[in-house]
């Protein structure tokens, strides 16, 4: 079955770094785009980066862009999110998101909390 486990969140001051990680296991990882997704409390789930399945290309929130980095190693099974300058409203759980045919996959979230 489909796995997907994030790892990597913490807390961090504002303009700190953090690289969050989600292995992937149960299905071909490399056939398929991998994203990340964050919720914070309050709010409705949003999408912050994809990455095609070669990792060719990749698209990035509008509030993330030349702050985070998603990419991903197809020998490893995973995908990363390297964010960088991070602000305290980038504060959320972040969720790892493959779409196989009609249906989502999750993994369980990893908490950031970007705070002085």
């Known amino acids: 079955q489909v796995q997907l486990v994030e790892s990597g969140g913490g807390l961090v001051q504002p303009g700190g770094s953090l690289r969050l990680s989600c292995a992937a296991s149960?299905?071909?990882?490399?056939?398929?785009?991998m994203s990340w997704y964050r919720q914070a409390p309050g709010k409705e789930r949003e999408l912050v980066a994809s990455?095609?399945?070669?990792?060719?290309?990749?698209t990035y929130a509008d509030s993330v862009k030349g702050r985070f980095t998603i990419s991903r190693d197809n020998g490893m099974n995973t995908v990363y999110l390297q964010m960088n300058r991070l602000k305290a409203e980038d504060t959320a759980v972040y969720y790892c998101?493959?779409?196989?045919?009609?249906?989502?996959?999750w993994g369980q979230g990893t908490q950031v909390t970007v705070s002085s």
């Open positions: 998101n493959t779409l196989r045919g009609i249906r989502n996959y």
């Open positions: 149960g299905f071909i990882f490399s056939s398929y785009s």
């Open positions: 990455v095609t399945n070669t990792g060719g290309v990749t």
